[in-house]
């Protein structure tokens, strides 16, 4: 019961932007768009979420659409230890939506 | 370090054996989960304590399987008779109850059953 679709894998140089495409089209109005990272033989480390509008940390941005049924995390400069599988999930309120369902998310190798 | 940690890392059992595993959850986490990944996947939900209750298992969760969270701080989760398809990496995460609730990871416990 997958919500999201995610590119299997992805390429980037090292420096450049990587942008990390999302697909969440049946979406709930209180459903929030949580990304997570997995580097290799390590636990999956949170990146950055947010409900409808753009978001930044010190690690990346999260770009959602005004429709809210995709969006776009986005490593502004990547670096060779930001490959990893990437995954993007969506879940309601942690209220009443506790846990994560991760889908297989996307591979991404950054290359130098 | 104040993360989740879990142990051992790394346990080779053979078939039939019992195993266990350790989380310490972040201190003032009250919920703590439990997954399971197996190569090449994301990891799978196995069950989901708020504080000392067990409120959610996964059907994944085998009758060979149990968990237990006493007073409400680190968990345990064991294996009976142990299978070669119980090989897998096994993830502890905690998080508060807030409405976002981000949930942090600890390292896991890889088993390998010969």
């Known amino acids: 019961d997958a919500k999201t679709t995610q590119p299997p894998s992805m390429d980037c140089a090292e420096g450049r932007a990587a942008n990390l495409p999302c697909n969440h089209s049946?979406?709930?109005?209180?459903?929030?768009v949580y990304w997570y990272r997995q580097i290799h033989s390590q636990g999956p480390q949170y990146i950055i979420h947010?409900?409808?509008n753009n978001e930044t940390n010190e690690m990346a941005s999260l770009i959602i659409t005004e429709d809210r049924k995709s969006s776009t995390l986005i490593l502004p400069h990547a670096t060779l230890r930001d490959t990893a599988v990437y995954y993007c999930?969506?879940?309601?309120?942690?209220?009443?939506?506790?846990?994560?369902?991760f889908g297989a998310g996307t591979t991404v190798t950054v290359r130098a | 370090d104040t993360g989740v940690s879990q142990d051992p890392r790394h346990k080779i059992t053979k078939r039939g054996q019992n195993v266990t595993f350790r989380c310490d959850p972040i201190?003032?986490?009250?919920?703590l989960y439990w997954y399971r990944q197996t190569l090449g996947q994301g990891p799978e939900f196995l069950t989901y304590?708020?504080?000392?209750?067990?409120?959610?298992k996964s059907r994944l969760l085998s009758d060979r399987f149990s968990a237990e969270r006493p007073k409400g701080s680190f968990s345990t989760l064991e294996i009976q008779r142990t299978e070669q398809g119980d090989s897998a990496m096994y993830l502890c995460?905690?998080?508060?109850?807030?409405?976002?609730?981000?949930?942090?990871f600890g390292e896991g416990s890889r088993l390998t059953v010969l």
């Open positions: 995460a905690s998080s508060s109850k807030t409405v976002t609730g981000e949930l942090f």
């Open positions: 049946t979406i709930s109005g209180n459903e929030y």
């Open positions: 947010g409900l409808k």
């Open positions: 999930i969506v879940r309601g309120s942690a209220f009443n939506d506790y846990k994560l369902s």
């Open positions: 201190s003032e986490h009250n919920r």
């Open positions: 304590f708020q504080n000392e209750a067990q409120l959610e």
